[in-house]
């Protein structure tokens, strides 16, 4: 499916939607039905507009990857078409920013979201040079000063070229995601950066990871790799057709250097090894793409043709009849050297992928919308026409009948909503599971890092003996599994237990050791033999580290916290990532369980009126579209946001899912005759408090996410079935009530009625052929 047959049929569904809105009206009007005799028909129209809508509003996002000088900012813009984006030698993307695209004539902005708050922040209005400096200048203010405002993201509103002639893309939003070594170059909450990039990779349509042909084999890109694919490499595998490789700044190959398609043979082995199966990799020079595309647009300054004259014109030189070199002008050259530049390619390429997966999916559940509308209109019609033409005193039976169906059936649907909710406890049990295991191996791991201190000081101490271990030290605690927890709600449930953690173990990582951050920080401690010079040498306790001054005790505790905070809250980041993404499988499970259990519901009910009634009736399809499911990405952030505004009415700062600080233990310092002691058991407890805290906190939030989907699931398909219910039971009462008062224009309003049915068939064809072209696009899996 191509971007121009995807823009053909967007148009189509748009312009049947539309239509099909007007001739609901007219219905209405003709029939006279309004106040509360239209509530069914209100319905109808309320689901056709929430189609549409969706249809305009979705929104496509592009996540843009890369290592620090890869050139992301100017790939960048590249695709948009403008010099928005700054490019520094320093790490510039220091949060999330999203470009969102705007029809070319409306005035560009720069937005800034923060911590607690759903509307932004206005920090200027402008063209793109604009924006570039103030964004400039913001991000700096941000490093300097440790983001004191919290924000959490920046919005850029400004039209994008690659798109300017797909209104059906109007919703595409450009990702712009610090890279893992930008995590560590900015000077505020690096953690949250790394989880801003693996919640891009859970919820794009696309993912571009930009590299540098100059340094594809840098550490820096091998730790880009083994930070995003390390213990999500199932999920890599899933969505392999949604991630595209750019090699980038090809432009600097001299003649020296190999050949580009070999350089790709190359990157395609290495990236294999990464996990990333068939990789398709493209190369790009986006620096000649971006001066090529400002050139076309008249909009380059006189230092854009001037680097485009130094750097790119004299490929294109050409020879004159007496041989002699000549060199076009830029704008003769520009639309040769945009093609060159390799991005229109990947334009199209990134383009087409979003249209044919989730463009297709989008067209086709809002034809299933449009359709179920359609139908059920016709539904009306078939319920009015045969309720006129039977006997008064036959309708006014069936009617009561209808009555006595219909609340079975909202029995029927409570015992539904009983079972959700048992299903909803056991998911919220398996995110809790997930939860503890998270603690549980980080406290493990912590513990393991303080007995690798003790070891070596117990061994070298003037009268070894044996030391209880912390584990043996510290007091026990009972340890529920997971099975107990839910091995009584029944096999049935069983089916939809989900299996949380069970990658975490290798989660758990450590690059460097606590002895010898310690060891490095204040090496007289731990490089000498300090306990000597105790006077009771059988009183040593390999756990008690003496320091002759206060200075270097807090040095200990310094470097103690700022090795194990950032890694407790690393490897949270990676639970979370993997609780969210296992989460989302089971939710849609849970939500197909929903929709299968609803729909028997109302397959019986229409399966009753059909024969009440003598007429065939359509199936009311229970329809979970996607766009009606915001992911739990957003839900996690939609409760954040509710929490801090609890918070901050309570002055209380916000701890869930995202901080770099909630872990830093109060490790006690104790002055001992000359000396000051820290006794790493007490420090152990600290920490191991200090988790149990931060769990409460998330497991909280986490349960109030949960229910707030499951309870949004249900509700939908509640409501589908109640407005069916309410329908018919509305048309049932309109047309009792008119035979009992306009028997005399009941021939009059049958024509009308057959009339209306006849016009409405259109419809119905014009949608059958627009479900049969789309599935002649449908994506293979």
């Given at each position: 499916m191509s971007s121009q047959e995807f823009q053909a049929a967007y148009n189509s569904i748009y312009d049947t939607g539309d239509r099909l809105l007007q001739y609901l009206k007219e219905f209405r009007e003709g029939l006279g039905i309004q106040g509360d005799d239209s509530q069914g028909l209100q319905s109808i129209e309320n689901e056709i507009n929430k189609a549409l809508k969706a249809l305009q509003d979705q929104k496509y996002q592009v996540a843009v990857i890369a290592a620090m000088k890869a050139g992301k900012s100017t790939f960048l813009n590249s695709v948009i078409g403008a010099d928005v984006l700054a490019s520094e030698t320093a790490a510039c993307t220091i949060c999330r920013t999203d470009v969102r695209h705007i029809k070319p004539g409306k005035t560009p902005r720069l937005l800034e979201y923060r911590e607690g708050e759903r509307q932004p922040v206005t920090l200027v209005e402008g063209d793109a040079g604009e924006i570039q400096q103030k964004f400039l200048q913001r991000t700096r203010e941000i490093r300097q000063t440790g983001n004191p405002d919290s924000t959490t993201r920046f919005e850029i509103e400004h039209p994008i070229e690659?798109?300017?002639?797909?209104?059906?893309?109007?919703?595409?939003?450009?990702?712009?995601?610090?890279?893992?070594?930008?995590?560590?170059?900015?000077?505020?909450?690096?953690?949250?950066?790394?989880?801003?990039?693996?919640?891009?990779?859970?919820?794009?349509?696309?993912?571009?990871?930009?590299?540098?042909?100059?340094?594809?084999?840098?550490?820096?890109?091998?730790?880009?790799?083994?930070?995003?694919?390390?213990?999500?490499?199932?999920?890599?595998?899933?969505?392999?057709?949604?991630?595209?490789f750019i090699l980038n700044k090809i432009d600097q190959k001299t003649e020296r250097d190999r050949e580009i398609a070999d350089v790709i043979k190359d990157l395609q082995r290495e990236l294999a090894d990464f996990g990333f199966c068939n990789p398709v990799i493209y190369p790009a020079s986006s620096r000649q793409g971006l001066l090529a595309k400002l050139i076309q647009q008249g909009k380059a300054t006189e230092k854009d043709t001037k680097d485009f004259e130094d750097f790119f014109s004299a490929k294109y030189a050409e020879r004159d009849e007496r041989g002699r070199k000549v060199i076009p002008l830029p704008e003769e050259i520009a639309p040769k050297a945009l093609l060159d530049s390799g991005i229109p390619t990947i334009q199209e390429t990134v383009i087409q992928r979003i249209t044919q997966n989730s463009g297709w999916n989008l067209l086709s559940e809002v034809v299933a919308e449009i359709d179920k509308a359609a139908k059920a209109i016709e539904d009306t019609l078939n319920t009015e026409?045969?309720?006129?033409?039977?006997?008064?005193?036959?309708?006014?039976?069936?009617?009561?009948?209808?009555?006595?169906?219909?609340?079975?059936?909202?029995?029927?649907?409570?015992?539904?909503?009983?079972?959700?909710?048992?299903?909803?406890?056991?998911?919220?049990?398996?995110?809790?599971?997930?939860?503890?295991?998270?603690?549980?191996?980080?406290?493990?791991?912590?513990?393991?890092?303080?007995?690798?201190?003790?070891?070596?000081?117990?061994?070298?101490s003037p009268k070894p003996k044996k030391t209880l271990s912390l584990a043996q030290q510290l007091p026990k605690v009972e340890k529920i599994s997971f099975g107990s927890i839910v091995g009584g709600i029944g096999e049935a449930a069983l089916g939809l237990i989900p299996?949380?953690?069970?990658?975490?173990?290798?989660?758990?990582?450590?690059?460097?050791?606590?002895?010898?951050?310690?060891?490095?920080?204040?090496?007289?401690?731990?490089?000498?033999?300090?306990?000597?010079?105790?006077?009771?040498?059988?009183?040593?306790?390999?756990?008690?580290?003496?320091?002759?001054?206060?200075?270097?005790?807090?040095?200990?505790?310094?470097?103690?916290?700022?090795?194990?905070?950032?890694?407790?809250?690393?490897?949270?980041?990676?639970?979370?990532?993997?609780?969210?993404?296992?989460?989302?499988?089971?939710?849609?499970?849970?939500?197909?369980?929903?929709?299968?259990?609803?729909?028997?519901?109302?397959?019986?009910?229409?399966?009753?009126?059909?024969?009440?009634?003598?007429?065939?009736?359509?199936?009311?399809?229970?329809?979970?579209?996607?766009?009606?499911?915001?992911?739990?990405?957003?839900?996690?952030?939609?409760?954040?946001?509710?929490?801090?505004?609890?918070?901050?009415?309570?002055?209380?700062?916000?701890?869930?899912?995202?901080?770099?600080?909630?872990?830093?233990?109060?490790?006690?310092?104790?002055?001992?005759?000359?000396?000051?002691?820290?006794?790493?058991?007490?420090?152990?407890?600290?920490?191991?408090?200090?988790?149990?805290?931060?769990?409460?906190?998330?497991?909280?939030?986490?349960?109030?996410?949960?229910?707030?989907?499951?309870?949004?699931?249900?509700?939908?398909?509640?409501?589908?079935?109640?407005?069916y219910i309410n329908r018919f039971q509305n048309d049932f009462d309109r047309v009792l009530k008119e035979r009992e008062t306009k028997e005399a224009e009941a021939p009059e309003i049958l024509a009308r009625l057959e009339y209306q049915k006849a016009k409405l068939n259109e419809y119905l064809r014009e949608l059958i052929s627009i479900r049969e072209s789309l599935n002649s696009w449908k994506p293979v899996k």
């Open positions: 690659a798109i300017s002639q797909l209104s059906s893309l109007t919703g595409f939003t450009l990702v712009d995601t610090p890279g893992p070594n930008e995590w560590e170059s900015a000077n505020f909450n690096t953690n949250a950066l790394k989880q801003t990039a693996l919640e891009a990779l859970r919820t794009c349509n696309a993912i571009l990871f930009v590299l540098n042909y100059a340094s594809y084999k840098d550490n820096a890109v091998s730790d880009l790799f083994k930070d995003v694919v390390d213990n999500r490499k199932d999920f890599i595998a899933e969505n392999t057709g949604k991630i595209y026409i045969r309720g006129r033409e039977m006997g008064i005193e036959t309708l006014k039976q069936k009617v009561e009948d209808y009555r006595s169906c219909s609340e079975k059936a909202r029995g029927q649907v409570e015992k539904v909503k009983q079972a959700v909710e048992d299903q909803k406890q056991i998911l919220i049990s398996g995110f809790s599971q997930g939860i503890n295991t998270f603690a549980e191996e980080a406290k493990a791991q912590i513990e393991s890092e303080i007995e690798k201190i003790a070891e070596p000081r117990s061994a070298n299996v949380f953690g069970k990658g975490l173990g290798t989660a758990f990582k450590l690059t460097t050791s606590l002895l010898d951050n310690l060891s490095k920080s204040v090496p007289d401690t731990f490089n000498s033999s300090f306990f000597e010079q105790d006077d009771r040498p059988e009183d040593f306790n390999p756990y008690i580290i003496r320091c002759q001054t206060k200075a270097e005790a807090g040095k200990i505790v310094k470097t103690i916290n700022e090795y194990c905070a950032p890694h407790i809250q690393n490897w949270w980041i990676d639970t979370q990532d993997e609780l969210v993404r296992d989460g989302t499988n089971i939710r849609q499970e849970l939500a197909k369980r929903i929709q299968e259990d609803i729909q028997e519901i109302s397959d019986e009910l229409s399966a009753y009126l059909g024969a009440a009634l003598e007429v065939k009736l359509n199936i009311n399809p229970i329809q979970f579209p996607s766009f009606d499911f915001p992911g739990i990405d957003a839900r996690i952030q939609d409760v954040q946001v509710e929490v801090t505004k609890i918070q901050k009415r309570e002055q209380r700062k916000s701890r869930c899912c995202n901080s770099d600080e909630v872990y830093y233990a109060d490790v006690p310092v104790t002055e001992n005759r000359s000396f000051f002691e820290i006794d790493l058991r007490q420090t152990l407890e600290s920490i191991n408090r200090k988790i149990d805290e931060q769990i409460v906190r998330n497991r909280q939030l986490l349960e109030r996410v949960i229910a707030k989907q499951v309870k949004s699931d249900f509700r939908s398909a509640e409501r589908q079935i109640n407005d």
